[in-house]
């Protein structure tokens, strides 16, 4: 059982390997912040439209002396969803969160970078963290626009069957009117004709590494996100076994800080 000195002694272990070149801090190891460009490419009859927004991606693993969670990964995530403007069809925004991932937005280039082969890290110590730290410095060396697949059935999980929604892609909503959140509507990103009419299609989505500043300007087109409370899109209900779809949307998934 652990008692206070022991524990003592933990917290100012920690403090002296903070002071280490190399070691980090006392909450743990930091990885390099880094940056990528989403682009989300939309054909229609009128022609190609293409948003994008610049994500930036904070990483950081626990201290293995932490408690309680000795070695947990922690990642956050500062930037706001894309924006397509399909002009008179609409304005199609790519949130920050997919179906299946509320922190989509920070495990984007980590996916796309190529998976360590078991052999590389098999029997080692620490072998999970270290085949992590190869797989995040194998996101950072990624070179030019990286197209994000439908999906990554084999990094996702083997439940998710044909027909089901994107695994790898972007969660997609439109607004019935952008004045009011509670108008949010899910699109179908196989089908986007669906909400914007014929002929519009989905061409491609890609994340690419970038230096640019973190995108800002959602608040112009999407004023009432500007709230110090985040909330759902629908804040004003009772609590239910069965929300609505704006009631399970968050202001978060439109645009995050990093404390978020």
């Given at each position: 059982?652990?008692?206070?000195?022991?524990?003592?002694?933990?917290?100012?272990?920690?403090?002296?390997?903070?002071?280490?070149?190399?070691?980090?801090?006392?909450?743990?190891?930091?990885?390099?912040?880094?940056?990528?460009?989403?682009?989300?490419?939309?054909?229609?009859?009128?022609?190609?439209?293409?948003?994008?927004?610049?994500?930036?991606?904070?990483?950081?693993?626990?201290?293995?002396?932490?408690?309680?969670?000795?070695?947990?990964?922690?990642?956050?995530?500062?930037?706001?969803?894309?924006?397509?403007?399909?002009?008179?069809?609409?304005?199609?925004?790519a949130l920050l969160r997919s179906e299946q991932?509320?922190?989509?937005?920070?495990?984007?280039?980590?996916?796309?970078?190529?998976?360590?082969?078991?052999?590389?890290?098999?029997?080692?110590?620490?072998?999970?963290?270290?085949?992590?730290?190869?797989?995040?410095?194998?996101?950072?060396?990624?070179?030019?626009?990286?197209?994000?697949?439908?999906?990554?059935?084999?990094?996702?999980?083997?439940?998710?069957?044909?027909?089901?929604?994107?695994?790898?892609?972007?969660?997609?909503?439109?607004?019935?009117?952008?004045?009011?959140?509670?108008?949010?509507?899910?699109?179908?990103?196989?089908?986007?004709?669906?909400?914007?009419?014929?002929?519009?299609?989905?061409?491609?989505?890609?994340?690419?590494?970038?230096?640019?500043?973190?995108?800002?300007?959602?608040?112009?087109?999407?004023?009432?996100?500007?709230?110090?409370?985040?909330?759902?899109?629908?804040?004003?209900?009772?609590?239910?076994?069965?929300?609505?779809?704006?009631?399970?949307?968050?202001?978060?998934?439109?645009?995050?800080?990093?404390?978020?």
């Open positions: 059982m652990i008692n206070r000195r022991a524990i003592a002694a933990m917290l100012l272990a920690g403090s002296m390997m903070a002071a280490l070149p190399g070691c980090g801090n006392i909450l743990g190891k930091q990885y390099p912040t880094y940056r990528y460009r989403l682009t989300v490419e939309i054909d229609t009859p009128e022609g190609l439209r293409t948003g994008s927004s610049v994500i930036e991606v904070h990483t950081g693993r626990a201290w293995q002396y932490s408690i309680p969670n000795p070695g947990m990964l922690w990642i956050s995530t500062r930037g706001e969803a894309v924006s397509v403007d399909l002009g008179r069809r609409g304005v199609l925004f991932l509320i922190d989509w937005a920070s495990t984007v280039l980590f996916l796309a970078a190529p998976q360590v082969p078991l052999a590389t890290t098999r029997g080692l110590p620490n072998s999970s963290h270290l085949d992590f730290d190869l797989r995040f410095k194998a996101a950072l060396a990624l070179a030019g626009a990286q197209v994000i697949p439908r999906d990554y059935p084999d990094r996702i999980g083997s439940r998710h069957k044909p027909g089901d929604p994107p695994s790898a892609w972007p969660m997609m909503v439109r607004f019935r009117d952008l004045a009011d959140p509670k108008s949010v509507e899910k699109i179908n990103p196989d089908d986007l004709s669906a909400s914007f009419g014929a002929g519009v299609k989905l061409r491609r989505i890609t994340a690419e590494r970038t230096d640019d500043p973190v995108t800002s300007g959602i608040l112009a087109r999407l004023p009432w996100l500007d709230s110090a409370t985040p909330k759902s899109l629908d804040d004003d209900f009772e609590p239910t076994t069965t929300p609505t779809f704006a009631q399970r949307i968050a202001f978060s998934d439109f645009v995050k800080e990093r404390h978020q």
